[in-house]
């Protein structure tokens, strides 16, 4: 089955720019989507089809995805942003998601 | 406004059984295909079923294949999740989620309903 690997946790300063990774077996041949999770709240997708931000998902938000590895970028990053960020795909008829990484602003 | 609500969580015993289900509204509910997604305490998530918009395609992921059932009843916007057998392992946060056909992501979710196994 296909896997999917996050880093558990990343920090950021205020303001400056985070990266969050999802690693895959040739995930550049998948479209990867992510999720922002906050404490008590359900998911809410932040970025889609590798690199497109659904309406209300602020500018400093963006994706990339190439080789085995897919990132998720927050510029600017601010202290609202903090919460758990999950990448998924779809495999074999089934979704798949990264064990999620929680990011923290400081 | 697009809304689901799921309800049906409760506390169940090992072995025992549960429906929930998941009520859509302010969209074409029968030209959505749908997804439940379960949390556990402290987890990350996992994705547990499919469900095309007329019911004729069904996926399920390995842990709940055969003990879990999804359907949907698309005169009454409603989604469901059938689950016989439960074990402890099942005690989790449990979300529906809209499904985007261009690109199989979920695109709208639920507020989730728990489910907690236990004797």
């Known amino acids: 089955s296909y896997e999917l690997t996050q880093p558990l946790s990343v920090s950021v300063a205020l303001g400056q720019t985070a990266k969050i990774t999802c690693g895959g077996n040739?995930?550049?041949?998948?479209?990867v989507h992510w999720y922002q999770q906050k404490p008590g709240q359900a998911p809410v997708l932040v970025m889609y089809?590798?690199?497109n931000r659904p309406s209300g998902i602020p500018e400093r938000f963006s994706a990339s995805n190439s080789g085995n590895t897919a990132t998720l970028t927050i510029n600017s990053a601010q202290a609202g942003d903090e919460a758990d960020y999950y990448c998924q795909v779809w495999a074999s008829n089934t979704g798949v998601f990264g064990g999620g990484t929680k990011l923290t602003v400081l | 406004e697009v809304q689901l609500v799921e309800s049906g969580g409760g506390l169940v015993q090992p072995g025992g059984s549960l429906r929930l289900s998941c009520a859509a509204s302010g969209f074409t509910f029968s030209t959505y295909e749908m997804d439940w997604v379960r949390q556990a305490p402290g987890k990350g998530l996992e994705w547990v079923a499919y469900i095309y918009g007329s019911g004729s395609t069904i996926y399920y992921a390995d842990s709940v294949k055969g003990r879990f059932t999804i359907s949907r009843d698309n005169a009454k916007n409603s989604l469901y999740l059938q689950m016989h057998s439960l074990r402890v392992e099942d005690t989790a946060i449990y979300y529906c989620?809209?499904?985007?056909?261009?690109?199989?992501?979920?695109?709208?979710w639920g507020k989730g309903t728990t489910v907690t196994v236990s004797s």
């Open positions: 989620a809209r499904h985007s056909t261009s690109s199989y992501y979920m695109d709208v």
């Open positions: 089809r590798d690199s």
């Open positions: 040739n995930i550049a041949n998948k479209n």
